[in-house]
């Protein structure tokens, strides 16, 4: 019998920013959301419109943190070029105690660093974004997403492979 309960639930995460561990650091984390590019057309003949896909959108990941964190501010101003590793990690638990381990290996460069409102008896909220550059998802180990800027990886197999082909690369 198929085990029909909930899985791959996420239970907890936690960031790395430059390769440091912000433990007991972060309010919340919003990871990259990978989106197609596409463009509307309908050309002659055609009873509809149709999406043609033509790439993909600029990928960004933001997290909050109620402290003013002097490591996380220095990544920010960093001369044009310069990029900083990125990890989110996330314990995904199903509901019949199995464990398994999401991983989200990133790069680029903190774009902004918002120290939001302060007030007197009240936790601030920083609010960081961060351009990326490359984005790695696996669960388990196993390679679901791996994107870059001139390729996509699905299950570890380059979506891309025959238009590098048909340009030479």
Known sequence: MANNLPSFLL?????????TL???QIGDITPPVPAAKV???RNAGMIKPREVHMGYEKLEFSFKMPG???????LFGLAPGTE???MITGALVDEDGSEHSAVMTL???????????WKGGDLAENDYTVSVNY???EIDGDPIYEIDDFDIKVGGVSQRQ?????LLL
């Open 11 to 19: 239970r907890d995460c936690m960031l790395w920013a430059d390769r």
């Open 22 to 24: 912000k433990i007991g």
């Open 39 to 41: 463009e509307e057309m």
């Open 68 to 74: 003013l964190d002097p490591q996380t501010l220095k």
């Open 84 to 86: 900083n590793p990125f």
């Open 107 to 117: 790069r680029g460069f903190l774009k902004q660093a918002d120290a939001g409102t």
């Open 135 to 137: 984005y790695k998802l």
């Open 162 to 166: 025959g238009i590098r082909n048909a």
